[in-house]
């Protein structure tokens, strides 16, 4: 399988209908993901493949400084417009999290839920994750119950994707680079970037 359609067509099913209602079912796995990693103000947290940004917003609410990221330029608008609506502040950018527009060590704490697990090449997406984050910073994860639906079907999407092949979408991202920041480095939770 080509991995540019896949993530074309990750784009294609994320920009159409409407993404409320899974966002509430996911919202509650956000808001362990950002308490069990430690965000608090001082930290600053990066969301890979937001939606419309229930980890985000929940580190927002924590007084963390806050960027989020996703595939489909959609799902960045709504994360835009929820923010406004909830009178948070986050920076919105359309990224892929095989390519992710930022410098090295730019953030404290990389998280993920429900969507790094869905790229084509893992190892590159885990790099990229460990890329961006801080030495004693945190990547942390939600991903899919193993042998639930979604869980087969990204395996099987992964299976039959190419593993030489993750250079892409540099288009559908357009984003300028982030400068690394300065803010404190948490205790490391989850999983520890290296040093
Ligand atoms: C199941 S949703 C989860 C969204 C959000 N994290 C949440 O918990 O509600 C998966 C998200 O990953 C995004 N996505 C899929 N592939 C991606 C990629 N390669 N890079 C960045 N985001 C991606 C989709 O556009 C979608 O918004």
Request: aromatic share 6%; net charge neutral; glycine share 8%.
């Amino acid at each position: 399988m080509d991995p540019v359609a896949v993530k074309r067509a990750q784009r294609e099913l994320y920009d159409a209908g409407e993404y409320y209602a899974l966002s509430n079912v996911l919202a509650p796995a956000a808001g362990v993901l950002v308490e069990k990693t430690g965000v608090a103000a001082g930290t600053d947290v990066l969301d890979v493949g937001a939606g419309d940004g229930n980890v985000a917003t929940a580190a927002a609410r924590r007084g963390a400084a806050v960027m989020a990221t996703d595939l489909s330029p959609e799902q960045v608008q709504r994360g835009v417009a929820r923010c406004r609506r909830e009178g948070l502040t986050v920076d919105w950018q359309v990224a892929d999290v095989e390519q992710l527009p930022f410098a090295d060590r730019s953030f404290s704490h990389v998280l993920s839920a429900f969507a790094a697990v869905a790229a084509p090449h893992p190892e590159v997406a885990a790099r990229e994750m460990f890329r961006v984050c801080r030495p004693g910073g945190a990547v942390a994860l939600t991903a899919w119950p193993p042998g639930s639906f979604m869980a087969e079907l990204t395996d099987a999407v992964r299976r039959a994707t190419p593993a030489d092949s993750h250079s892409l979408t540099r288009s559908w991202s357009g984003a300028s680079r982030r400068s690394p920041a300065s803010a404190s480095r948490p205790t490391p939770t989850t999983s520890p970037a290296p040093a």
